[in-house]
């Protein structure tokens, strides 16, 4: 995947178990631990703005775009 998910280092940064994010940001932990492992396919506006609220961060912090066609294996 292109994008990857960094809310693991984010996590650790706080202090912060991914419980105690679900009950500040009111997202289940399933939901929370599909984000948190990279399996989501998308993620809502509304979610990312809760997590970078209570997280103190910028979507940028949570969110790392790595170009699957570096490795010269992709593209036209």
Known sequence: MAIRVTLDRMLLERRMSLTE???RVGITMANLSILKTGKAKAVRFSTLEALCKELKCQPADLL???DEDEDGEGGA
């Open 21 to 23: 994010l679900c009950d």
């Open 64 to 66: 790392v775009f790595e």
